[in-house]
C-alpha cells in the first residue's frame, strides 16, 4: 500500500486504456500520467483508493525506450496537454491499436476481429484547423493558453505544437495589440472584465476566420478598430467577428456572433465538395486525416453504386455528401434543425440531388422511411463520444439493414454498441483505426458490420 504525498521509486508496465501508465508498487497498482513503459521513475502519490493509487512523475531516473529525446519535460503543462505527447510518434500509434483491442475483447466481448494497423498522420503537428484560447492576465500581461490540468489556471507556451500555425501568427499579433490598448481580462470568479476568448478557424487555402469573445452585451467601437488593426496586419484573415457572452459559463462562444468585416463564412473542400465553414459550424479538426477516415468509410461499403444509404447522426451532412458522389441515394438524418439546413444549403450549392434531408431522431425517422416502402440497403453511423443508444441499434436490426458502417470518436462507446449489435446477428467484420488527434490518446474508428 502507499500513502498520499509518499514518493516512490515505480517501474512502468504497460500504457493502459486512456493513455496513462501503469507500474505495481508491492503488487499495487499506481497510474501514472505521462509515464511510458520501461520508466524507471521517482513519482509523488496524489490520490490513493482501495485497489489502486494515482501519482505524478517527480523525476525521470532512466527512460522508457518510447519516449521521446527530451527527458526534461514530465508534465501535462510540458507538453501543452498533449497526453500522449512523451511517446515517439510510431509508439503512439502502437499503443492506440493496443487500447482499441482492449476495449473490443474487454468491452464489447470480441476476440476474433482483425484490427488494421493505425492510420497515422504524415505531419503529427500544426493540424487543428480550430482553435479556442482562453485570455488571463498574469504578471500585468495578457495572455492566452491552455488549463492546466484539472483546473481553470492559464499557461501559455511560445508556439502552440497543434494549432495551425496560421492560427498561432494571429493569436500573437492580437496579444500585442491588446497589450497595448489595455483591454481589461475577464475575471470568472468577479464576473467583470472584456476578454474571454479568442478562437481562429483556418483552411487548407491558408485563410482564417477570427472570433473575439468578449463579455459584453454589444460591440463597443474600440474593439472593432483593434480588430481592423489586426487584419490590415495578418492578410490571410478573411472573416472576422465578435461574439458577446455575458453569462456566467464555462461555454466558450456567446449566443450573438456579431459579423465585424470580409465574408460570412470561409469554405474548405474535401472530395470535391465545398463547404461553409460560420463561427458555429461543426467541421473535424484534422481535415488530411478526415479525408482518410472517410475514405475508408466509403470504401467499407460493397456495391455502393447500386445501394439506398442512411447516413444517421449526419449533421451538416458532410460524409451523406461525399456517399452520394458515390451511392444511389443517401438519406441524411439529423436531429438538430439547423444542421439539416446547413447540409439542404451545401447540397444546393454543390448541385447535389440524389440526397433526401430528414429532420428528426434516428429511431423514429428510419422506421419511418422504411414503412413509406423506401428500399434502405445499408446505414453508416457517426454519432457523437456518447455513442448511440440502444433504441436506435434495435430499430436498425428490426428494419433488417444488411450492412453498417460505424464511424466512433470513442472506442469504448463502439465497443458496448458493437455488442448490442451481435446479440441482434450483426458481425463486426472489420475495424481501422484512424489517428485524428496525433499527441493525445484519443482514437477514431472505423468498423464494417454485416448481418
Same mark, same amino acid.
Not at 391 to 411: D, G, M, Q, W
Given at each position: 500500500?502507499? %500513502? &498520499?504525498?509518499?514518493? *516512490?521509486?515505480?517501474?512502468?508496465?504497460?500504457? /493502459?486504456? #486512456?493513455? $496513462?501508465?501503469?507500474?505495481? =508498487?508491492?503488487?499495487?497498482?499506481?497510474?501514472?500520467?505521462?509515464?511510458?513503459?520501461?520508466?524507471?521513475?521517482?513519482?509523488?502519490?496524489?490520490?490513493?483508493?482501495?485497489?489502486?493509487?494515482?501519482?505524478?512523475?517527480?523525476?525521470?531516473?532512466?527512460?522508457?525506450?518510447?519516449?521521446?529525446?527530451?527527458?526534461?519535460?514530465?508534465?501535462?503543462?510540458?507538453?501543452?496537454?498533449?497526453?500522449?505527447?512523451?511517446?515517439?510518434?510510431?509508439?503512439?500509434?502502437?499503443?492506440?491499436?493496443?487500447?482499441?483491442?482492449?476495449?473490443? %475483447? &474487454?468491452?464489447?466481448? *470480441?476476440?476474433?476481429?482483425?484490427?488494421?494497423? /493505425?492510420? #497515422?498522420? $504524415?505531419?503529427?503537428?500544426? =493540424?487543428?484547423?480550430?482553435?479556442?484560447?482562453?485570455?488571463?492576465?498574469?504578471?500585468?500581461?495578457?495572455?492566452?493558453?491552455?488549463?492546466?490540468?484539472?483546473?481553470?489556471?492559464?499557461?501559455?507556451?511560445?508556439?502552440?505544437?497543434?494549432?495551425?500555425?496560421?492560427?498561432?501568427?494571429?493569436?500573437?499579433?492580437?496579444?500585442?495589440?491588446?497589450?497595448?490598448?489595455?483591454?481589461?481580462?475577464?475575471?470568472?470568479?468577479?464576473?467583470?472584465?472584456?476578454?474571454?476568448?479568442?478562437?481562429?478557424?483556418?483552411?487548407?487555402?491558408?485563410?482564417?476566420?477570427?472570433?473575439?469573445?468578449?463579455?459584453?452585451?454589444?460591440?463597443?467601437?474600440?474593439?472593432?478598430?483593434?480588430?481592423?488593426?489586426?487584419?490590415?496586419?495578418?492578410?490571410?484573415?478573411?472573416?472576422?467577428?465578435?461574439?458577446?457572452?455575458?453569462?456566467?459559463?464555462?461555454?466558450?462562444?456567446?449566443?450573438?456572433?456579431?459579423?465585424?468585416?470580409?465574408?460570412?463564412?470561409?469554405?474548405?473542400?474535401?472530395?470535391?465538395?465545398?463547404?461553409?465553414?460560420?463561427?458555429?459550424?461543426?467541421?473535424?479538426?484534422?481535415?488530411?486525416?478526415?479525408?482518410?477516415?472517410?475514405?475508408?468509410?466509403?470504401?467499407?461499403?460493397?456495391?455502393?453504386?447500386?445501394?439506398?444509404?442512411?447516413?444517421?447522426?449526419?449533421?451538416?451532412?458532410?460524409?451523406?455528401?461525399?456517399?452520394?458522389?458515390?451511392?444511389?441515394?443517401?438519406?441524411?438524418?439529423?436531429?438538430?434543425?439547423?444542421?439539416?439546413?446547413?447540409?439542404?444549403?451545401?447540397?444546393?450549392?454543390?448541385?447535389?440531388?440524389?440526397?433526401?434531408?430528414?429532420?428528426?431522431?434516428?429511431?423514429?425517422?428510419?422506421?419511418?422511411?422504411?414503412?413509406?416502402?423506401?428500399?434502405?440497403?445499408?446505414?453508416?453511423?457517426?454519432?457523437?463520444?456518447?455513442?448511440?443508444?440502444?433504441?436506435?441499434?434495435?430499430?436498425?436490426?428490426?428494419?433488417?439493414?444488411?450492412?453498417?458502417?460505424?464511424?466512433?470518436?470513442?472506442?469504448?462507446?463502439?465497443?458496448?454498441?458493437?455488442?448490442?449489435?451481435?446479440?441482434?446477428?450483426?458481425?463486426?467484420?472489420?475495424?481501422?483505426?484512424?489517428?485524428?488527434?496525433?499527441?493525445?490518446?484519443?482514437?477514431?474508428?472505423?468498423?464494417?458490420?454485416?448481418?
Amino acid at each position: 500500500m502507499v %500513502k &498520499k504525498f509518499e514518493i *516512490i521509486v515505480l517501474k512502468i508496465d504497460k500504457i /493502459v486504456n #486512456g493513455g $496513462e501508465g501503469l507500474g505495481y =508498487y508491492n503488487d499495487f497498482a499506481v497510474f501514472v500520467p505521462m509515464s511510458v513503459p520501461g520508466d524507471i521513475l521517482k513519482v509523488k502519490i496524489i490520490s490513493v483508493k482501495k485497489t489502486y493509487a494515482r501519482g505524478l512523475i517527480e523525476e525521470i531516473i532512466t527512460a522508457g525506450e518510447e519516449r521521446i529525446e527530451d527527458t526534461a519535460k514530465i508534465s501535462f503543462e510540458d507538453f501543452q496537454g498533449c497526453d500522449f505527447g512523451m511517446l515517439k510518434y510510431d509508439a503512439q500509434l502502437k499503443y492506440k491499436k493496443l487500447m482499441v483491442e482492449d476495449v473490443l %475483447k &474487454k468491452i464489447g466481448k *470480441i476476440e476474433n476481429v482483425s484490427v488494421e494497423d /493505425v492510420i #497515422g498522420s $504524415e505531419d503529427p503537428y500544426h =493540424y487543428r484547423n480550430k482553435i479556442i484560447e482562453p485570455f488571463r492576465k498574469s504578471k500585468g500581461e495578457i495572455i492566452s493558453g491552455f488549463f492546466k490540468r484539472k483546473s481553470h489556471d492559464v499557461f501559455e507556451v511560445e508556439e502552440n505544437i497543434l494549432n495551425s500555425r496560421l492560427g498561432n501568427k494571429i493569436i500573437k499579433e492580437l496579444k500585442s495589440i491588446l497589450n497595448r490598448e489595455k483591454v481589461s481580462v475577464y475575471d470568472e470568479n468577479e464576473h467583470k472584465g472584456i476578454l474571454r476568448n479568442v478562437m481562429v478557424r483556418t483552411n487548407s487555402k491558408n485563410e482564417a476566420m477570427l472570433v473575439l469573445i468578449i463579455n459584453a452585451v454589444k460591440v463597443e467601437k474600440r474593439y472593432k478598430d483593434i480588430l481592423m488593426e489586426l487584419k490590415n496586419k495578418v492578410e490571410e484573415i478573411k472573416s472576422i467577428y465578435i461574439s458577446l457572452n455575458p453569462k456566467r459559463t464555462n461555454v466558450a462562444l456567446g449566443e450573438k456572433n456579431i459579423f465585424i468585416w470580409g465574408e460570412k463564412t470561409i469554405t474548405e473542400e474535401i472530395a470535391g465538395i465545398n463547404f461553409n465553414i460560420s463561427p458555429l459550424s461543426f467541421f473535424q479538426i484534422n481535415l488530411p486525416q478526415t479525408k482518410k477516415l472517410y475514405n475508408t468509410a466509403v470504401n467499407y461499403f460493397e456495391d455502393l453504386e447500386n445501394k439506398n444509404v442512411v447516413d444517421a447522426y449526419s449533421g451538416t451532412g458532410t460524409l451523406a455528401m461525399i456517399l452520394s458522389k458515390k451511392a444511389k441515394k443517401v438519406f441524411a438524418i439529423e436531429l438538430v434543425q439547423s444542421a439539416t439546413n446547413d447540409g439542404i444549403k451545401t447540397a444546393k450549392e454543390n448541385k447535389i440531388e440524389n440526397i433526401e434531408f430528414i429532420n428528426g431522431a434516428v429511431e423514429d425517422r428510419l422506421p419511418e422511411l422504411i414503412k413509406k416502402g423506401e428500399k434502405v440497403d445499408a446505414i453508416i453511423f457517426d454519432p457523437p463520444r456518447k455513442g448511440i443508444d440502444e433504441s436506435s441499434l434495435l430499430k436498425v436490426a428490426e428494419s433488417n439493414i444488411k450492412e453498417i458502417v460505424y464511424i466512433s470518436c470513442n472506442p469504448s462507446t463502439f465497443a458496448r454498441d458493437a455488442e448490442i449489435l451481435s446479440r441482434q446477428g450483426y458481425t463486426l467484420e472489420k475495424v481501422q483505426p484512424v489517428d485524428m488527434f496525433p499527441g493525445t490518446a484519443h482514437t477514431e474508428i472505423v468498423g464494417r458490420f454485416i448481418r
